[in-house]
């Protein structure tokens, strides 16, 4: 009945101690391309998160990758002409039996006033295949362009190829709701859903909240304010959804705010028998030295410990990859260590990405700038990179930095200056896949794959 990870978030299955490493390896020999390239105009443009999604449990010719995009879609309408469209739902299937070519398909094109406009996250799918996503806009208000809605299709019947759209939440933008969710969902084993605002709440700085299907399938969502952020000492600003472990306590990232405002990582423990409220602990307030803009959201391993990264800070100043390991004599006191500090160069920096990891224990994501720094007047494309624990019997060896893969800039896939945290997710035989907000045939974002 707990809230599991959406699949584009996979949890780590191995972890290790180890110290900070700042030296990065050269890069691999993986194999990349660009799978598609979105068109700017009806196919959509600037693409968030990814999820990897086989409708069909027994049937793997099922797997197909799923998104929202931003811009593109429908221009004519309303709210969505001077917008350059109000953005699409999407899947990516791979190539038929001898064919090359990945097939896109729109699932829904976002009309902008009250059907939503612009998602900037990812989407997530219950048992029964139903999708679920946010848009940051559109919803309720007097021009239907405001405080964001949360979205559910439903797949398409046999004969039909329509998927369903309806609302378990258009956001009021009360002191009492969410608003501006930037963050996607994830879906609990009782349908309930769970996600994080960037607005909203009794400080209008950022909420996490639950919506609970109806019993019968029928009628409205209940909707509940877990907890609102102030923005000062208990952070604001939440981008990404939250995780949760068995006991159904909720994990996550907060952009701003914190002991040292350089944002901070939150725990919420579920309210005590008979009582209401859920109980906020920050684990962590980074002091900017250890990293700083963490928007990228958690993952997290067997034991508990908690992975994740930050947009800047660190030793030299780009960004890091971290993990907080819980107290285990008894104490409330987390401990942090950097796994890793980006230097901006060929290394990449400014990292808004989730993590992903492998059954190993190697993380991967994506950093926004360096690389090439002859890419992007000199800030460089990003790139793609690979975090390996040290090996067994050494705890206390440094991870290893591996580029999987530079960006150019040159018609490739190009997440340079995206603050839309979208990683990664491995599909079939360990090839990893991911999005980007810029880049492509049409600069208008693009998928890729790097195979092992």
Same mark, same amino acid.
Not at 423 to 448: E, K
């Given at each position: 009945?707990?809230?599991?990870?959406?699949?584009?978030?996979?949890?780590?299955?191995?972890?290790?101690?180890?110290?900070?490493?700042?030296?990065?390896?050269?890069?691999?020999?993986?194999?990349?391309?660009?799978?598609?390239?979105?068109?700017?105009?009806?196919?959509?443009?600037?693409?968030?998160?990814?999820?990897?999604?086989?409708?069909?449990?027994?049937?793997?010719?099922?797997?197909?990758?799923?998104?929202?995009?931003?811009?593109?879609?429908?221009?004519?309408?309303?709210?969505?002409?001077?917008?350059?469209?109000?953005?699409?739902?999407?899947?990516?299937?791979?190539?038929?039996?001898?064919?090359?070519?990945?097939?896109?398909?729109?699932?829904?094109?976002?009309?902008?006033?009250?059907?939503?406009?612009?998602?900037?996250?990812?989407?997530?799918?219950?048992?029964?295949?139903?999708?679920?996503?946010?848009?940051?806009?559109?919803?309720?208000?007097?021009?239907?362009?405001?405080?964001?809605?949360?979205?559910?299709?439903?797949?398409?019947?046999?004969?039909?190829?329509?998927?369903?759209?309806?609302?378990?939440?258009?956001?009021?933008?009360?002191?009492?709701?969410?608003?501006?969710?930037?963050?996607?969902?994830?879906?609990?084993?009782?349908?309930?859903?769970?996600?994080?605002?960037?607005?909203?709440?009794?400080?209008?700085? +950022? =909420? @996490?909240? &639950?919506?609970?299907? $109806?019993?019968? #399938?029928?009628?409205? %969502? *209940?909707?509940? /304010?877990?907890?609102? !952020?102030?923005?000062?000492?208990?952070?604001?600003?939440?981008?990404?959804?939250?995780?949760?472990?068995?006991?159904?306590?909720?994990?996550?990232?907060?952009?701003?705010?914190?002991?040292?405002?350089?944002?901070?990582?939150?725990?919420?423990?579920?309210?005590?028998?008979?009582?209401?409220?859920?109980?906020?602990?920050?684990?962590?307030?980074?002091?900017?030295?250890?990293?700083?803009?963490?928007?990228?959201?958690?993952?997290?391993?067997?034991?508990?410990?908690?992975?994740?990264?930050?947009?800047?800070?660190?030793?030299?100043?780009? +960004? =890091? @990859?971290? &993990?907080?390991?819980? $107290?285990?004599? #008894?104490?409330?006191? %987390? *401990?942090?260590? /950097?796994?890793?500090? !980006?230097?901006?160069?060929?290394?990449?920096?400014?990292?808004?990405?989730?993590?992903?990891?492998?059954?190993?224990?190697?993380?991967?994501?994506?950093?926004?700038?360096?690389?090439?720094?002859?890419?992007?007047?000199?800030?460089?494309?990003?790139?793609?990179?690979?975090?390996?624990?040290?090996?067994?019997?050494?705890?206390?060896?440094?991870?290893?930095?591996?580029?999987?893969?530079?960006?150019?800039?040159?018609?490739?896939?190009?997440?340079?200056?995206?603050?839309?945290?979208?990683?990664?997710?491995?599909?079939?035989?360990?090839?990893?896949?991911?999005?980007?907000?810029?880049?492509?045939?049409?600069?208008?974002?693009?998928?890729?794959?790097?195979?092992?």
């Amino acid at each position: 009945m707990f809230p599991t990870r959406a699949p584009a978030m996979r949890r780590l299955l191995h972890a290790a101690t180890f110290a900070p490493a700042l030296l990065a390896a050269p890069a691999s020999a993986a194999t990349y391309s660009v799978i598609y390239s979105f068109d700017g105009a009806a196919g959509g443009a600037y693409p968030n998160q990814i999820t990897a999604h086989q409708s069909d449990p027994n049937d793997p010719t099922t797997w197909a990758l799923y998104g929202t995009t931003v811009g593109g879609g429908d221009t004519t309408g309303r709210y969505c002409g001077g917008d350059g469209g109000c953005g699409v739902v999407f899947k990516l299937a791979p190539p038929a039996a001898g064919a090359t070519t990945w097939v896109a398909t729109n699932l829904h094109l976002f009309a902008g006033g009250r059907d939503g406009v612009g998602s900037q996250a990812g989407v997530a799918f219950d048992a029964a295949g139903a999708l679920y996503g946010t848009t940051p806009r559109g919803g309720t208000g007097t021009d239907g362009n405001t405080n964001g809605v949360v979205f559910r299709l439903a797949p398409p019947p046999a004969g039909s190829t329509s998927w369903a759209e309806t609302f378990p939440r258009r956001f009021d933008g009360t002191t009492h709701d969410a608003a501006y969710p930037l963050a996607g969902l994830i879906v609990g084993g009782d349908g309930a859903l769970f996600g994080a605002s960037f607005l909203g709440g009794k400080f209008g700085e +950022g =909420t @996490v909240y &639950r919506l609970t299907p $109806p019993p019968t #399938g029928q009628g409205a %969502w *209940k909707h509940n /304010v877990l907890y609102s !952020f102030n923005g000062f000492s208990h952070g604001g600003g939440p981008m990404s959804p939250p995780i949760a472990d068995a006991s159904g306590t909720l994990y996550g990232t907060v952009a701003s705010g914190g002991a040292g405002y350089q944002g901070a990582v939150y725990r919420l423990v579920p309210p005590e028998p008979g009582k209401t409220a859920w109980k906020e602990t920050l684990l962590h307030s980074f002091r900017g030295d250890d990293g700083s803009g963490p928007i990228g959201g958690l993952i997290a391993d067997a034991s508990g410990a908690l992975y994740g990264t930050t947009g800047g800070g660190g030793a030299l100043g780009y +960004g =890091t @990859v971290f &993990r907080l390991t819980p $107290p285990t004599d #008894g104490g409330k006191i %987390w *401990k942090e260590t /950097v796994l890793y500090s !980006f230097s901006g160069a060929a290394d990449g920096g400014n990292v808004s990405s989730p993590l992903l990891a492998d059954a190993s224990g190697a993380l991967y994501g994506i950093a926004n700038y360096g690389g090439d720094m002859s890419c992007d007047f000199g800030n460089g494309c990003g790139v793609v990179f690979k975090l390996t624990p040290p090996k067994s019997g050494k705890p206390k060896a440094s991870w290893t930095q591996t580029v999987l893969h530079t960006f150019s800039g040159t018609g490739d896939a190009m997440p340079s200056g995206s603050a839309s945290p979208a990683g990664l997710v491995m599909g079939p035989g360990g090839t990893l896949f991911g999005s980007t907000f810029g880049g492509g045939a049409n600069n208008s974002g693009a998928v890729f794959s790097i195979a092992p």
